[in-house]
Structure formats: C-alpha cells, structure tokens
C-alpha cells in the first residue's frame, strides 16, 4: 500500500482464531481483535475499527499505512455520520408508511390522483 492508501475491510470478531487453510463457507470462522492486529501490524500498517452497521454482525476496520493515521478521524466521522442518515431515513419512511394508511389520508391521495388524470386528459 502507498503511505495515502487506505483499506476498509470487515471480518466475524470472536474468542478464537481460524487456524485452518480452507475456505469455509457456508459457516463462519473468527478472529480475535488481537489476532488480526497482529496480521496488520506484521505488514507495518496499522488498523482501528470503525463505528458502522454491519447486517452479520462484523467488525469494520480501516487499515492505513501509520503515517497516515488523520484520515481515520476523518473517515470514522462520515461513517457514522451516514449511519445516523441512514437510521434517521427508516424512521422517517416508517412514519410516512404510517400516515399513508390513515384513512383521510388515502382518501385525499385518491382525490389528488384523479385530479391529476383528469388534467393530464385536458
């Protein structure tokens, strides 16, 4: 990696460390936190996780060459930034879900779509 670069990656966290050489899949293998900061460090690159969803539950991390360390701030800011947009987005559309159900709602809705296709025949 070049001294900008940078590496987003995720992987299953866990109490214990794949030691195997196979893929496995469909099942899950783990690694501990220090393992995998070991595996970084061992390429003279450093890692720090990022505070991001993950569906399956994995750890994201940000791996960077060390001389490089700022952009993380930087980066784990946006990330968490997107997740409360993205959070902030579902609460929304579950509440718009909602109104459009009421029932004065669907009517108005009703109204405003025949008033658009009678229009639109004009």
Not at 32 to 51: A, F, G, P, R, Y
């Amino acid at each position: 990696m070049k001294t900008d670069s940078i590496f987003v990656a995720t992987f299953m966290q866990g109490n214990t460390d794949y030691n195997g050489e196979k893929w496995v899949y469909p099942a899950v293998v783990t690694y501990t936190w220090e393992k995998m900061s070991e595996l970084v460090k061992e390429q003279q690159l450093d890692l720090q996780k990022i505070d991001f969803f993950h569906p399956a539950g994995q750890t994201w991390i940000i791996i960077f060459h060390p001389e490089n360390k700022k952009i993380f701030s930087l980066i784990n800011n946006d990330f968490a930034t997107i997740q409360n947009l993205r959070m902030t987005l579902k609460a929304c559309q579950e509440r718009l879900s909602r109104i459009e159900k009421h029932p004065y709602v669907k009517m108005g809705l009703a109204v405003r779509r025949f008033f658009l296709n009678l229009f639109r025949k004009l």
